[in-house]
């Protein structure tokens, strides 16, 4: 009996070891897969690319993924999970579908000025896709529909809304990874869709000169900044002082 129970237990430990093993590798594949699209040409990342970043042999990769589409949107959910949570815990304090469109769009277009490797990853995961994957599409569209129903945006459509915001904000995303554009620049851009969507350029004018709120650090000390993915030993150290201070007020005004 003492033999049988031994066996069991080992088979269960073999189990756990071999899980932990998965995720290691999976978490490996997702951490490389930032690294590579996280870059000006990123979208040109192949699978070869991916397996030799992570040590793997090609046959080892499709244990984890289907194909290149499958880690796109892979990462694209870990990309914008933590943040976008942050982003509408902060609509509590908002009270019109105008404010909260307008905060949504300056939090996403300051993000890549914080952290670069992330904006590029944003734009290269969505090439063919929706920007920042289609959950985000779904609230933009929800977003917009309410505003529609309160008359706060005259627009005819929430999917034709909603394809005028995401055009715009990955234009603006590439065009703020140039480097030249100016500091307000996802204030004009956020205050012109709003205009586009209906609202008027007083209103408009008004909601994105307004302070923004901190994000909350959730926001800021995993997936986002660090590219931990699940706990990964890439894991950098948190920025101290000054610096964590500045990477918390994305958008402040």
Known sequence: MAKRARRKIDRSRRAEIGAAKRTRTRTELLVTALELFGRPHGRNTRIEDLCAGAGIARGTFYNYFTGLEAVLKALSDELTRDFDSAVHASFAALGTATERTAAAMRYYLHAPLIDPRWGWAVVNTSVGHWLYGEDIAQHVVASIQEGVDSREFKIDSAAVGKDILLGAGIAATITLLGGNAPEDYPEQVARQVLISLGSSPAIAAKVTGRPM?????????????????????????????????????????
């Open 213 to 253: 709120r901190e994000l909350p650090m959730l926001a800021m000390n995993t997936r986002f900044f660090r590219g931990t993915l699940g706990g990964s030993d890439h894991a950098r150290k948190p920025p101290s002082g000054s610096a964590v201070r500045r990477r918390t007020r994305i958008g402040v005004a």
